[in-house]
């Protein structure tokens, strides 16, 4: 008889779940909008009930060939006790998100971050396979970023660990949302190459990179600097040149506070590859630690399972607590 775990991954937008074998192999997947806002009890059932048309759908049984049930998701979590303390996109505050779910599956439910959750698939089925020491970080709307020792979800003893993303670069740089000012993300998150490409465009208008967006700002994107790199454009390659030293900045501090094994950048951004690696990896050859005396180096690739990362790491997040 096959076993199967579930891993969920809680979003804003969309809950997604996906059924996956021992194999780490994702073998069905569905898809539901959030549908914010709405009281913690209908997300729940919404869970819960994903959970159950992907036993239907796969013609197995919830009771006996689902072994556990996992949950990323945004926010500030305690996975040992499974409460998400605060959860700033959905509202919720002191949510018992695994207690809750778990009263209606007939099956263990664990939670943990999304990041932290992402973090762990790329480790046990990607980029950061067979690794004793791995980050990942996650270009998006903020940095998001996971680590993992020893094969274990580092996370500090309030549950609150890896926020990558809230460390200054810039001493009273750009205004951060947490209250701080020069964090990371405000210079090297998607959004902020976004931000800064519009800036750049407003500030010259014969650019050619309105023709890439039809004239239109709000159809820039993080790919839009790119794009004009590559057309040959030199405000563009600025652009991305200064992306990539930020993100080598933050990268570099990593480096030289863990000395992981590898680093594992996703996002939709990562999808440039080594457009965006090789001058990342130029400004870190320069600068961390272990440049010198033939010490090992850390490996900085793109992450490998990309959207599926949440939901794989999520479905064998009861493995941390056995």
Known sequence: MKIYRIGVDLGGTNIKAGLVDENHKIVRSLSRKTNLPRPEH???????????????????????????????????VDPKNGIVAFNANFGYRNWHLAQ??????????S????????????????AARGAS??????LGTGIGGGIIIDGKIFSGF?????????????????????????CWEKYASARALTEDTRAAMEDHRDNMMWGLVNGDLSRVNAKTAFDGMRAGDPLATELVQNFAEYIACGLTNLINIFQPEIICIGGGVSREAQTLLDPIQKVIDKE???????????????????????????AFLAEQYE
């Open 133 to 138: 020491c791995a980050i990942a970080v996650t």
């Open 158 to 182: 309030n549950s609150a660990g890896a926020e990558i993303g809230h460390t200054v670069i810039v001493k009273d740089g750009r205004p951060c949302m947490c209250g701080r000012r020069g």
């Open 42 to 76: 209908e997300i729940e059932s919404e869970i819960a009930s994903l959970c159950r048309q992907l036993a239907k759908e796969e013609g197995i049984s919830l009771d006996t060939q689902v072994a556990s049930v996992g949950i990323g998701t945004p926010g500030s």
């Open 100 to 109: 809750e779910v778990q009263k209606l599956l007939p099956c263990r439910v």
């Open 288 to 314: 961390d630690y272990a440049r010198v005396g033939g010490m090992k180096r850390t490996s900085i690739v793109t992450a490998q399972l990309f959207n599926d990362a949440g939901i794989i790491g999520a």
């Open 111 to 126: 939670i943990e971050n999304d990041a932290n959750a992402a973090a762990y698939g790329e480790y046990i089925a990607g």
